[in-house]
């Protein structure tokens, strides 16, 4: 089974027996790449809108403990939607992205819509934009710094300021695409 498998598997089965009621599965993976340490976001969405994102920026742990607690975080903890009832699970799709490590943006030219996810920090605030999300929205790399910074909670431009850290990354992603 490929690794891009295994993980939708693995959230799926997750959501459907905690939002059950059932206890956490025991989950086992058989791809090494679910032992390393990578950021990791699971998106819900629901007739093709968002219904629940949330993820880790940075491997904390390993890739097979992190898959589970974002995917009931996402159905659960998302404070933008109310929690994820059993009844929907049918008609959510699962989409995962698995961040590859951060480097600096040393000139917007540099950023490359569809490979580049970005990061902003600036004075407490911080906002996070997934490398797919400006081309679902058909965004430009001025709409999608616009956008990174009123994600922060920022004024439009707040990347020019001194002090703010502009990161960027590109992720594996893969998605059910099951309705």
Same mark, same amino acid.
Request: hydrophobic share 40%.
């Given at each position: 089974?490929?690794?891009?498998?295994?993980?939708?598997?693995?959230?799926?089965?997750t959501l459907e027996e905690v939002l059950?009621?059932?206890?956490?599965?025991?989950?086992?993976?058989?791809?090494?790449?679910?032992?390393?340490?990578? @950021?990791?976001?699971?998106? *819900?969405?629901?007739?093709?809108?968002?219904? =629940?994102?949330?993820?880790?920026?940075?491997? %904390? &742990?390993?890739?097979?403990?992190?898959?589970?607690?974002?995917?009931?975080a996402a159905a659960t903890h998302d404070?933008?939607?109310?929690?994820?009832?059993?009844?929907?699970?049918?008609?959510?799709?699962?989409?995962?992205?698995?961040?590859?490590?951060?480097s600096k943006v040393v000139d917007i030219?540099?950023?490359?819509? @569809?490979?580049?996810?970005? *990061?902003?920090?600036?004075?407490?605030?911080? =906002?996070?934009?997934?490398?797919?999300?400006? %081309? &679902?929205?058909?965004?430009?790399?001025?709409?999608?710094?616009?956008?990174?910074?009123?994600?922060?909670?920022?004024?439009?431009?707040?990347?020019?300021?001194?002090?703010?850290?502009?990161?960027?990354?590109?992720?594996?992603?893969?998605?059910?695409?099951?309705?």
């Open positions: 089974m490929s690794f891009a498998n295994e993980a939708l598997q693995a959230v799926r089965k059950a009621g059932r206890p956490e599965p025991t989950l086992t993976f058989e791809d090494p790449r679910f032992n390393q340490h990578c @950021g990791i976001f699971v998106t *819900l969405k629901k007739h093709g809108e968002l219904r =629940g994102c949330i993820g880790l920026i940075r491997g %904390v &742990e390993p890739l097979s403990q992190a898959i589970g607690e974002m995917a009931l404070p933008r939607f109310p929690k994820v009832k059993p009844e929907e699970l049918d008609d959510i799709d699962i989409e995962i992205s698995v961040l590859t490590p951060m030219s540099e950023i490359e819509i @569809g490979r580049d996810g970005l *990061l902003l920090q600036y004075h407490g605030h911080s =906002g996070l934009l997934l490398p797919q999300v400006p %081309v &679902e929205w058909d965004w430009d790399v001025e709409e999608f710094l616009d956008n990174l910074c009123h994600k922060a909670g920022l004024p439009v431009g707040s990347h020019l300021q001194p002090g703010a850290v502009l990161l960027k990354f590109s992720a594996d992603i893969f998605s059910e695409n099951r309705c």
